[in-house]
């Protein structure tokens, strides 16, 4: 190769790289309000660093079934006492054979999905481990169907931008497409080879093996396909002053 | 001959009584997000004062070490432990039945927001570093250094009060350059690396930090052991300034060589 050559290709490739990270950090202007918040700024930044330097499929270590551990259920266990207890307490009834998970907005047919019917379709089991932000961790096999799946069933519009979940116990999060479409972003409905228990979120909770554990909504009842950032307000995290994207 | 003489060439001081510009700027980079680190990571082990060891642990499994810390020491209001499997003696559930004490939604994004900080100056600090030479010429220890009669010699002149009146900046004795390798080359990295040993998303890129650890939890353990030795390296950081005309070392930090 000449001199000459190996300077063009030289500067194709800074050029390339630049407009690829350009690209990339376009890519992450969806990001979620500051509201002028320094912590959130910082949150945005480990956010936007993890999507830019991380890899978006690598998978988080799965373990053998004899590695699982004793796992602690905390913040709502008991859902038929919170705002919604009685619609949950009503879907909860048979097993929950008349619970329905919907799946609305920006999508070209929204369903409303049985459990019977998440059971249907393409399954996955993952022994993982659960980090939680209070800095203990536990090792458990979880059950479900991909998000991206239930996704594609219901013909997720291009325009889509985030995943919104809402649960039973008045909780609701998102996550990114990124995340959404992760081999390992399923919605569970068995643990350790037997069925959701109540307090781990039964009949369905979201399970996100990147994020910390707070972003693994349970009593999953409702989830929304949107273009745009909707920090749920009051009951958002970013508004209770936790970060929206917990990779670390 | 004193071997940590200013009179060996390698070691005569660029700036007499003063830093260079590159550590004071990387020094108080560091310094500042290590007070906020060190602040907001106290906040967030008081969540759960609890240590382990492995890949996982929790409430439900036996801690290494249990931290007399705050509200959550023998925090535990539980439900009867259910066991998952029917053979029964194997891994249980339980529900917490009372919240903890919890500060962790400003304690941990503060917490990563400073460890932004402290990674640019730590990288700024070992790159520049290397190749001005500073840390082989200045911190590195000579062989002659390490003999016995030296570090002696050394711990006995710490010990003396009042302390030798020391100008601020290199040469250093060698009680000082090990205790700076110790902080700067081992303890500093270490916090990094057990650090991002905790998140998910990095430890799904670089599975080796798992192994590296032997677990998250035993690298959350070491990333709290770290913090002890950097913490008590901070107390006698600050009890030798003090001892050495603090106001004048102080200055070398901040201005350099400035009269």
Known sequence: MTDARIRISRRALIGGLASSAGLLLSGCNEEPPTY?????????????????????????????????????AIGTVDPTQGKAGDQYAAVMRGDFADWRLEVVGSVGQPKS????????????????????????????????????????????????????????????DSVDLVDAFHPQTILAYGMNGRDLPIPHGAPLRLRVERQIGYKSLKFLRRIVVADRFNDFGKTGSIQNGWAWHVGI | MDPTSA???????????????WVRLTHWAIAGAAIV????????????????????????????????????????????ATPFFASGGGPVTANRLVEPWNQNSWARSLHFLAAWIFLAGLIAYLALGTATGHLRRY????????????????????????????????????????????????????????????????????????????GTQSARTLHFFAFVA?????????????????????????LGNRR
Not at chain 1, 42 to 66: C, F, H, I, K, P
Not at chain 2, 60 to 72: D, F, V
Request: glycine share 8%; with cysteine.
């Open chain 1, 36 to 72: 002028g918040n320094l912590l959130r700024m910082g949150d945005n930044l480990t956010y936007s660093a993890q999507r830019l330097l991380l890899s978006r499929t690598s998978l988080v270590r799965e373990y053998d079934r004899a590695e699982i551990t004793s796992m602690p």
């Open chain 1, 113 to 172: 999905f049985s459990l019977a019917d998440l059971k249907r379709m393409k399954s996955r089991t993952q022994v993982t481990r659960h980090m939680c932000e209070e800095g203990w961790t536990a090792i458990a096999e979880w059950t479900g169907v991909p998000l991206g799946a239930v996704l594609e069933a219901v013909a997720i519009r291009p325009a889509a931008r985030f995943v919104e979940f809402h649960s039973f116990d008045g909780l609701a």
């Open chain 2, 7 to 21: 009179d060996d060439p390698a070691e005569t001081p660029l700036e007499a009584g003063g830093h260079r510009l």
């Open chain 2, 37 to 80: 680190l060190i602040v907001s990571g106290v906040t967030i082990l008081m969540a759960h004062p609890r240590l382990y060891w492995g890949h996982a642990g929790n409430d439900l499994t036996q801690p290494l070490l249990e931290i007399p810390l705050g509200p959550n020491h023998h925090h535990g209001s539980w439900s009867k």
């Open chain 2, 139 to 214: 911190l590195w220890p000579r062989r002659a250094e390490l003999s016995r009669d030296n570090i002696g010699r050394d711990i006995k002149a710490h010990l003396r009060l009042p302390m030798p009146d020391a100008e601020p900046g290199p040469p250093y004795a060698i009680l000082q350059k090990l205790s700076y390798v110790l902080i700067a080359l081992v303890l500093l990295p270490l916090m990094f690396l057990t650090g991002i040993s905790m998140s998910p998303a990095i430890a799904a890129d670089y599975p080796f930090l798992l192994d590296l650890f032997g």
């Open chain 2, 230 to 254: 950097i913490t008590l390296f901070l107390v006698v950081h600050l009890v030798m300034i003090l001892l050495t005309r603090p106001l004048r070392q102080l200055r070398g930090m901040t």
